[in-house]
């Protein structure tokens, strides 16, 4: 590009220049000359540190990212339930912002042998931000306490591989019907022939 639109260092419309003669401005205060608005014609230069405005850009971007933190929230065996959805929405507050969420629910004297009613206000919370939460850590008994921990977002769905078809069955030819096969006629045997009395016999008698 043989010439450029220039702004100072200072922040001044210089006009269209030569962009040799940009960048030997720039060198004379030992900056770089940076294309601001490469769209724009002649193409928008600037004089400037481009490390340090590299360095501001990314400090005011970390401003922005928010580090997650984990939140606790605490209550009783006996909490009712006004007192629970108050407690849920709060959480429901911190999680939108990315931070995890401990629940601690103290337990004292006789309330330790009550850890049913306990862990169904565990279940309550978890399903009541069942939408925008999943358990990172279910719901345990640490002494005289007990915690569950909740992340942001919901729990990833497991796939399950498709289960393979059944063979289909293979088609057999029809079978004709077997036709009854009538027995061989017994040949009928001959007659057997009368004895005759031998003629030596005779004559003796």
């Given at each position: ?44 230069c ?98 005289r ?41 017994v040949p ?15 004559g003796?008698?």
């Amino acid at each position: 590009m043989p010439q450029v639109r220039l702004i100072d260092h200072e922040g001044t419309q210089v006009g269209v220049v030569a962009t040799l003669e940009a960048l030997r401005m720039a060198r004379e205060v030992e900056m770089d000359l940076v294309e601001v608005a490469p769209t724009e014609r002649p193409p928008v230069c600037r004089i400037m540190d481009f490390g340090k405005q590299k360095y501001r850009q990314n400090k005011k971007q970390k401003k922005h990212v928010h580090e997650q933190q984990l939140k606790e929230l605490r209550l009783r065996p006996n909490t009712d339930d006004h007192d629970l959805e108050v407690k849920i929405k709060k959480a429901r507050e911190f999680l939108k912002r990315g931070d995890r969420v401990q629940f601690t629910m103290m337990m004292r004297g006789r309330e330790r042998f009550h850890t049913d009613m306990a862990l169904a206000s565990m279940r309550q919370i978890a399903d009541g931000l069942a939408d925008c939460s999943h358990i990172e850590r279910a719901a345990r008994a640490e002494g005289r306490r007990i915690t569950m921990v909740i992340v942001p977002g919901k729990a990833p769905s497991i796939v399950k591989p498709d289960k393979p078809a059944a063979p289909a069955p293979v088609a057999q030819p029809p079978q004709q019907p077997v036709q009854p096969v009538a027995p061989a006629p017994v040949p009928a045997s001959p007659d057997p022939a009368p004895v005759q009395p031998s003629a030596g016999l005779g004559g003796q008698a």
